[in-house]
């Protein structure tokens, strides 16, 4: 394949960034709003943002099933956050929030699991795959619960949390261990936000080469 064409699902959320990480990372990245759009790329990133508001509008452009459909037959999907929320097969605190997940990834997912305590915060983690700490951001993120016997962990919340960075430390300390990046096949999940992270496309080139290798 020469140069891959990645679409970000460019309904709401942070979609800027991710079509610029994409690019410096040699893909051309298009955003997908349309059905005809969707048919044209090789793979597809789902930004964050808010999985109900992002459930409601797919259906509102008549996106939900084509995407729901062509990730059933194997379309390279890269999450984050809001976005690993809608590649779930299942999801917590979904019921009364109107989230229908579109269930390419074999993982039960929790939304806004870090609670109110600790709300956003930042942290370096190790990341299966990728040499050295990783900057994760977390917005309001999921973890997750359950996984498939088909995924793989890439990355767990570390234990002794940077206080500096990190004001509620000791309540972060008992999250240590929770999953927060997973992968199963070609498609790719983050609870946290690499495309906020300047100058660090470690995440986006794991996606693009596993879109390359399809
Ligand atoms: N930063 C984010 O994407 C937040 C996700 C949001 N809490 C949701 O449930 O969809």
């Given at each position: 394949m020469?140069?891959?064409?990645?679409?970000?699902?460019?309904?709401?959320?942070g979609v800027a960034e991710h079509l610029a990480a994409?690019?410096?990372?040699?893909?051309?990245?298009?955003?997908?709003?349309?059905?005809?759009?969707?048919?044209?790329?090789?793979?597809i990133v789902l930004p964050g943002g808010e999985s109900t508001t992002m459930t409601r509008l797919l259906d509102t452009v008549e996106l939900y099933e084509p995407l729901r459909a062509r990730l059933a037959e194997g379309l390279p999907a890269y999450g984050s956050c809001a976005g690993m929320i809608m590649l779930a097969s299942s999801v917590e605190d979904a019921g009364t929030a109107g989230v229908r997940p579109l269930g390419a990834l074999d993982v039960v997912v929790r939304r806004n699991a870090f609670g109110r305590q600790v709300d956003s915060f930042e942290t370096e983690l190790d990341f299966q795959g990728i040499d050295g700490p990783v900057r994760a951001v977390f917005i309001r993120a999921p973890w997750v619960d359950k996984i498939g016997e088909d995924v793989s962990v890439l990355a767990t919340v570390p234990g002794?949390?940077?206080?500096a960075t990190t004001p509620?430390?000791?309540?972060?300390?008992?999250?240590?261990?929770?999953?927060?990046?997973?992968?199963?096949g070609a498609v790719l999940a983050t609870a946290f936000h690499p495309e906020l992270v300047e100058g660090d496309e470690r995440v986006h080139r794991c996606f693009v080469r596993i879109v390359r290798g399809r």
């Open positions: 020469g140069e891959p064409v990645i679409g970000v699902l460019a309904l709401q959320g994409l690019e410096r990372c040699g893909a051309r990245a298009v955003p997908v709003r349309r059905v005809e759009e969707l048919d044209a790329v090789d793979g002794g949390l940077d206080a509620d430390a000791t309540e972060h300390d008992g999250l240590a261990g929770r999953i927060v990046a997973v992968q199963q």
